[in-house]
Nanobody, 115 residues
Framework: QVQLVESGGGLVQPGGSLRLSCAAS????????IGWARQAPGKQREPVAT???????DYADSVKGRFTIARDKATNTVLLQMHSLKPEDPAVYYC?????????WGQGTPVTVSS
């Protein structure tokens, strides 16, 4: 099973930017969907952005226009560029990939938005 490891989380001021990175231990082409989800304290995990093997991208309405997902097949990395971060964005952000056999999740990276 391909392992996923996130990095890049941290503390940022409202309106600031962060870039999250998800490194896969194997080829991300093994996933037919790969992307990001987040879970805030006391809330359910929710999808943020996904990209299919065919290149279709979907964003949650709450992040459209502010977040951008991108993949690099050469380095087996999936990025989430986040701009204009808002007080409602703090959460643990998880990378996930869905293949025919299973769904893989990373351990998560926390994002805090505070002045």
């Amino acid at each position: 099973q391909v392992q996923l490891v996130e990095s890049g989380g941290g503390l940022v001021q409202p309106g600031g930017s962060l870039r999250l990175s998800c490194a896969a231990s194997g080829s991300i082409c093994s996933f037919y969907t790969i992307g990001w989800a987040r879970q805030a304290p006391g809330k359910q995990r929710e999808p943020v952005a996904t990209i299919t093997s065919g290149g279709r991208i979907d964003y949650a309405d709450s992040v459209k226009g502010r977040f951008t997902i991108a993949r690099d097949k050469a380095t087996n990395t999936v990025l989430l560029q986040m701009h204009s971060l808002k007080p409602e964005d703090p959460a643990v952000y998880y990378c996930h990939g869905v293949s025919l056999e299973s769904t893989s999740w990373g351990q998560g990276t926390p994002v805090t938005v505070s002045s």
